[in-house]
């Protein structure tokens, strides 16, 4: 038989306190679960969102290097190389006065674009890098790798860099890249480009961009928190720019632009056969490399207010009276309208009257009674007093236009001059004023309101040497792939025909060699020994000046902006043109002096060279 034990009452307290106190334990437990869930949801839940967001797939450009330019002979003319570029990604700075300090202590880092980079929702979403600063030395970038520790959302980009492999080399004809515009980027033509990216603004890099700029890839990468990288996780390569062949010849771009030094005027060397730009030199010039690295103010300021105008093309885009190399048009009209034969005599005494007024010659004792061949050689300017005379403003102007005066070569750069051929019609709605007499005096000269080009003179003197075809300058042979397989050819190509007789051609070519190759001939400064020499000298007056300034025999002592331009076109052989050059000189004084032996010299290169020699004539 069991017997019952009254239950102790003190176990009991205990064990009721034992459970109070795993009560209040799990309680305080819960408690403080619920203030860290509290804590990390609703007091830190934005930041630990970002925070986890950033740890992300990002997707990254990747540039295209763009083509390479090279010249006729296979020379590297423009090129890529690698360079480093700072950049940011706005949404990934989580301390912007760090990040600044930081960077506001490297050397050459732009603070204000970096602020206005950080603050401003320009360029696009916040995850999208924003370049601060381009092409960082090699100092910069060590300075910054070496802090990036401290710089989240900072990054060092690599692009390919447009680079001229000498500095203002072919500047004129190459041209340059700049940023793109915002007014750009909503065009359709850019289509594909986005900010920051750069483009052809000038230039062959301008007219040739379609073909220069490659296909953009991009990159899918995995970065941290601090928007670095961590892993590439695909990517397609981007495409590069197609190659450019270009018709020139670097060596005697090199020899034109070495002739220019210290001078203002332009040189255009040009085979007339197919009408290859063989060289296009432009002086003063300019570094294109510097247009890339951008300029300061103080830099941009000097360079447009430079009156020498270094960023213009005096090839393409500088129009100057012709002067007597003018004068090969007149004996074309002369001939073809019968006013003239090869055998009309007319006096010259040094000056001819008409009306009140009195037109002189440049030889001031006059030639005498000459030919129209020993007037086109010795320049006669009585002689074309004469012709001009008798065959009126609109005959001159009808034979101008049919050597492609008064309209554009066609070359494929931009901003080409069309020149001046005036007539009455054009000068009675300029000025007001009916077309003079004398003015047809003045005209057949190359003088009044006749103005050209030196493209155009390279033009029209490859037609007197190839027989009458009027070419467009062609400035690109071929586009080449990345990998040298020719993707297109550009053909030379024929805009039209002078419309003159082969007899008259003939006559212009017969009288082209005596102006060298006489004795009495103004051009005797371009002979070339072994190799016979056609040309036409020219002078053409930049204003009227007082009788005592055109006293002053010494060059040196008439004021420079009161100096006439010199003017010399010539091609050789005579017989079998390979090349035609044309150059212009301002305010250096007079044709066969100042311009003329530049041409020797340049033709002098072109034969001295076997590359070239071997280079012959492509006709049609």
Request: glycine fraction near 10%; aromatic fraction near 8%; hydrophobic fraction near 40%.
């Amino acid at each position: 038989m069991s017997v019952l034990r009254p239950v102790d009452v003190s176990d009991q307290e205990l064990e009721r306190k034992r459970f109070q106190v795993a009560f209040c334990v799990i309680i305080a437990i819960f408690a403080i679960l619920s203030l860290r869930l509290w804590y990390l949801q609703l007091l830190k839940g934005d930041y630990y969102r970002k925070l986890s967001e950033h740890n992300r797939i990002r997707l990254e450009d990747v540039p295209p290097p763009r083509g390479i330019i090279f010249d006729r002979n296979g020379e590297i003319l423009v090129d890529n190389r690698p360079a480093f570029n700072l950049a940011i990604i706005p949404e990934d700075v989580k301390d912007p006065d760090t990040c600044l300090r930081e960077l506001a202590g490297i050397p050459g880092i732009d603070e204000k674009k970096l602020l206005e980079q950080i603050g401003t929702t320009r360029g696009g979403p916040p995850f999208r890098p924003r370049v601060i600063q381009r092409d960082m030395t090699r100092d910069q970038l060590a300075l910054v790798e070496s802090r990036r520790f401290y710089l989240p959302g900072v990054i060092v980009q690599i692009e390919a860099k447009r680079g001229y492999t000498r500095p203002a080399f072919a500047a004129h004809l190459l041209g340059y890249l700049g940023e793109i515009e915002e007014s750009q980027l909503k065009d359709p033509r850019y289509r594909g480009y986005k900010s920051g990216d750069y483009l052809g603004k000038y230039g062959v890099e301008l007219e040739w961009e379609k073909e220069l700029n490659g296909q953009r890839g991009g990159r899918q990468v995995e970065v941290d928190a601090s928007g670095r990288q961590l892993r590439v996780l695909d990517e397609v390569k981007p495409l590069p720019g197609h190659n450019l062949v270009l018709a020139l010849d670097a060596g005697l771009q090199r020899k034109a632009e070495e002739l220019l030094a210290g001078k203002a005027g332009a040189i255009v060397a040009m085979d007339p056969n197919n009408g290859d730009i063989l060289a296009l030199a432009s002086s003063p010039t300019f570094d294109q490399n510097e247009f890339v690295r951008g300029f300061s103010a103080k830099q941009w300021q000097t360079i447009v207010n430079d009156p020498a105008r270094p960023l213009q093309n005096k090839a393409i885009q500088a129009q100057y009276p012709p002067g007597s190399t003018f004068k090969v048009v007149v004996a074309a009209a002369a001939l073809e309208e019968h006013e003239a034969t090869p055998d009309t005599r007319l006096v010259c005494y040094g000056r001819y009257r008409l009306g009140n007024q009195t037109y002189r010659c440049w030889r001031k004792w006059g030639h005498g009674e000459i030919a129209l061949h020993e007037a086109l050689v010795r320049s006669c300017d009585i002689y074309f007093y004469q012709l001009g005379q008798k065959l009126g403003v609109k005959r001159m102007a009808k034979y101008a236009r049919k050597f492609g005066l008064g309209s554009r070569t066609g070359i494929r750069l931009k901003n080409e001059a069309r020149g001046l051929i005036p007539t009455p019609a054009w000068k009675l709605k300029r000025f007001g004023v009916p077309w003079q007499g004398g003015e047809n005096l003045i005209m057949a000269i190359g003088q009044g309101f006749v103005l050209v080009t030196p493209i155009q003179m390279a033009v029209l003197y490859s037609a007197i040497a190839n027989g009458g075809k009027l070419l467009r300058p062609r400035v690109v042979q071929r586009v080449v792939s990345a990998s040298g397989e020719t993707l297109r050819e550009i053909s030379p190509e024929i805009r039209g025909s002078v419309g003159v007789s082969q007899s008259t051609l003939e006559f212009l070519q017969q009288a082209l060699v005596g102006v060298v190759e006489d004795p009495r001939g103004t051009g005797r400064a371009a002979r070339l020994p072994g190799i016979q020499v056609a040309g036409k000298t020219g002078t053409a007056q930049v204003v009227k000046m007082a009788k005592d300034e055109k006293k002053k025999e010494d060059l040196e002592e008439i004021p420079y902006a009161f100096r006439d331009h010199a003017w010399f076109v010539a091609y050789a052989p005579a017989e079998k043109a390979q090349i035609v050059v044309a150059v212009l000189i301002e305010h250096g004084g007079h044709g066969g002096s100042a311009a003329a032996p530049l041409a020797r010299e340049l033709m002098e290169e072109f034969f001295n060279s076997d590359q070239r020699l071997a280079h012959g004539n492509q006709a049609f």
